[in-house]
């Protein structure tokens, strides 16, 4: 009993204790609870912070640098990208074989992209976009001995305007030297003459666009040290690829300027004139500047023309919606096969008023067909584009492969053949930025501009490609209208060739 009365004694005594436990428990168990989910919101402002800060995001670029065939012979190119969530960087540097050419374009790359680097540096895109850098190149003349190249880069560092650079050189291939312009010349008299005809050419253009410049103006901008280097076009002109704001004032975007060899005839080094131009063979006819009846008064000087060969297909449909509701022009050089398992793209593409060309039935290399076989390549391609609204009169020869049998062969079916005076190797890079910087870097007075609709990365290019030609102050219109009225079995490479 009084053991009993003592435990309840204790009891009473020890009652306190545990309630007392309990309490710290809940304590504890509050602050622990407050400790983790103070960690879980510095966790996350650490989180963001880090995403927002450029040095720390640099751990998520997605850098690759590949080799890769181009389409000029004996040149491979070495792609460059460079992802990160502030900028895109997509740069294509030619490997020639002759290293000294190699390096002195990789150079002058390197310094455009360094430019965009501290450009962008301790600077945010504007929300939901990057800043870009495009840079890729195209070679207008390549023989044995000279090599001419034009690098175009394009950047936009959202600072007051975009950038277009133009660097352009004809290199001796075997020693790797650049060749400048001063070299074709006899004597002291060739640089003026050429500055002068150089000059004259970018007031009409300026003049062209709506510009002030004049005779007086001009040569705060061009000198003889902007016309330093050269390349050459056909072995037949001079030609200067200039940058925006590089001889006009900014709002006259980049500028191609050709000088024929022949009106330097006078000047040039017998030698290398006889090397480099063909001064024998009649210059190709001058487009004329009456308006014929299908084309348009803007073409050629402000024109270019968009084609999308090897079509329809999956995306043509896509590409049209794209072209029409942005309300440009374009030409399709269609495989007959495709026509009979797509007729109503087709109907489609003649409906919306663009011109449908033939592109064979099987898209094979013309010039190893016999004139039976070319016959029938191009009759039953006729026939199915026939088939769909519309007569063709244009052709283009699978490959560019062509030879006189094939061009008369084209004459027979009352069809102009039309090759490009600009190909953005679209097949090869199926890469949108680089297809949209080569279509836009190459657009020039009456430029013909080679795509593929068989392609999506084409295809999702061409929004940037129209704002882009667009913004040079080029007009995208199909063949007809570019050319005029282009004769059957004629070869055209542009409006001015
Ligand atoms: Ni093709």
């Known amino acids: 009993m009084y053991k009993k009365e003592l435990q309840k004694d204790q009891k009473k005594k020890t009652h306190p204790v545990p309630q007392q436990l309990v309490r710290r428990r809940k304590l504890f168990g509050i602050i622990i609870v407050g400790v983790i989910i103070l960690l879980a919101f510095v966790a996350i402002f650490l989180f963001f912070s880090r995403s927002k800060n450029p040095h720390i995001t640099a751990e998520k670029k997605i850098s690759t640098d590949m080799i890769g065939d181009s389409k000029y012979a004996d040149t491979r190119s070495r792609f460059v990208t460079q992802e990160t969530t502030t900028s895109h960087l997509h740069a294509e540097y030619p490997i020639t074989g002759t290293k000294q050419i190699d390096a002195t374009i990789a150079a002058t790359i390197d310094s455009d992209r360094a430019h965009y680097s501290s450009d962008t540096t301790s600077r945010q895109p504007a929300l939901h976009t990057t800043f870009t850098f495009n840079s890729s190149y195209q070679v207008p003349y390549a023989d044995t001995t000279y090599f001419s190249i034009v690098v175009s880069t394009n950047y936009d560092a959202q600072l007051a305007h975009p950038v277009a650079l133009s660097h352009s050189w004809t290199f001796n291939r075997k020693t790797g030297a650049v060749i400048e312009s001063s070299a074709l010349f006899k004597d002291s008299a060739g640089m003026p003459a050429l500055l002068a005809a150089v000059q004259t050419s970018v007031i009409q253009q300026d003049n062209k666009q709506g510009g002030v410049m004049d005779s007086s103006s001009v040569g705060d901008f ?63 006819p001058q487009q004329t500047t009456s308006t014929p009846a299908k084309g348009d008064s803007d073409c050629p ?21 794209i072209l029409s509701s942005n309300h440009v022009g374009a030409t399709f050089f269609v495989i007959g096969q495709s026509v009979a398992s797509h007729p109503t793209l087709v109907k489609r593409e003649v409906s919306l008023g663009y011109d449908v060309g033939n592109h064979t039935r099987d898209h094979p290399q013309l010039t190893q067909l016999s004139i039976p076989q070319i016959d029938s390549e191009l009759a039953q391609t006729n026939q199915a584009i026939t088939s769909a609204g519309l007569t063709p009169i244009l052709m283009r020869p699978p490959y560019g492969a062509a030879n006189t049998a094939v061009y008369q062969e084209a004459a027979k079916y009352n069809l102009a053949a039309i090759h490009w005076s600009v190909d953005t190797r679209d097949w090869a890079d199926r890469n949108s930025s680089i297809v949209c910087n080569r279509a836009v870097a190459g657009a020039g007075p009456g430029a013909i501009i080679l795509m593929h609709d068989i392609h999506p990365t084409t295809v999702n290019a061409v929004p940037c490609i129209i704002k882009g030609i667009s913004a040079a102050g080029y007009k995208m219109v199909t063949i007809s209208q570019l050319l005029g009225h282009p004769s059957p079995g004629k070869v055209y490479y542009s409006a001015s060739s």
Do not use: H, W
């Open 222 to 284: 061009i000198s003889t040290d902007t016309i330093r280097n050269f390349t050459i076009l056909d072995r037949k002109y001079i030609r200067f690829y200039f940058g925006r704001g590089d001889v006009a004032p900014e709002s006259d975007g980049t500028m191609i300027v050709s000088i024929p060899a022949t009106t330097m005839q006078n000047y040039l080094k017998p030698d290398l004139a006889k090397t480099i131009f063909d001064l024998t063979a009649p210059l190709p």
């Open 301 to 321: 000087a402000k024109c270019v023309a968009l084609t999308f060969d090897d079509g329809p297909g999956a995306y043509t449909d896509q590409l049209l919606d």
